[in-house]
């Protein structure tokens, strides 16, 4: 069964709006989770490394400030897409570890009118 | 910087072929390279990791291989059905645990 999941998993909102994602880890507690973003026809890029207890660590070009990441909990780490734009519009997916296997949720269509 | 390339962008094949899909990159220094499986709109399964150290691994109808020295990999689909449609991607991991991902080939595998 699933062992990392995504609230939600499709959304659609009207440009300026923020938005929260939600990623949840089932089975393990994570300290660390990764955000993902996958454009149309392209591959995953590292947006940010979500830090439990501590800040997120963010890859050069993404804005901190755009892009909120809380891992509050061993098990959750939400994402908000503030005052969005549509080109926002992307595919979102987070990823934990556990050992040296990779789990990826199932991911969030953010749709931006 | 790594950087990871998939060749071919999409392949279609009649079901039966048999198949191998092409992943280069360009910084040898990896911890392993593992290969996905995408369904659209959907998130990433785990079809095979291989590790820095190995050179290929198998499950099923798949095998992967690794050539750590040139920077390449290929995933070998045997007997390909309609139920292997989807994206295939590569990826490379570093340290870190950062995950470079190649931009996936799209199969068909037409009935």
């Known amino acids: 069964g699933a062992v990392v999941s995504q609230h939600p998993s499709r959304v659609i909102c009207k440009s300026g709006t923020s938005v929260k994602i939600e990623c949840r880890s089932l089975?393990?507690?994570?300290?660390?989770m990764f955000w993902y973003r996958q454009f149309p026809k392209q591959s995953l890029m590292l947006m940010a490394t979500s830090n439990e207890g501590s800040k997120a660590t963010y890859e050069q070009g993404v804005e901190k400030d755009k892009f909120l990441i809380n891992h509050a909990s061993l098990t959750l780490s939400t994402l908000t897409v503030t005052s969005a734009h549509p080109e926002d519009s992307s595919f979102y997916i987070c990823?934990?570890?556990?050992?040296?296997?990779?789990?990826f949720g199932p991911g969030t269509r953010l749709t931006v009118l | 910087k790594q950087e990871v390339t998939q060749i071919p962008a999409a392949l279609s094949v009649p079901e039966g072929e048999n198949l191998v899909l092409n992943c280069s990159f360009t910084?040898?220094?990896?911890?392993?390279l593992q290969w996905f499986r995408q369904d659209p709109g959907k998130g990433l399964t785990s079809l095979l990791l291989?590790?820095?150290?190995?050179r290929e691994q198998t499950s099923g109808r798949l095998n992967a291989s690794l050539d750590k020295s040139s920077g390449r990999s290929t995933l070998y689909i045997a007997a390909s059905q309609p139920g292997d449609s989807a994206t295939y991607l590569c990826?490379?991991?570093?340290?870190?645990?950062?995950?470079?991902f190649g931009e996936g080939t799209q199969l068909t595998v037409n009935p």
């Open positions: 089975d393990f507690q994570a300290t660390t």
């Open positions: 291989i590790q820095s150290s190995q």
């Open positions: 990823r934990r570890d556990r050992g040296n296997e990779q789990f």
């Open positions: 990826a490379v991991e570093t340290s870190g645990s950062r995950l470079t």
């Open positions: 910084d040898s220094a990896i911890y392993n």
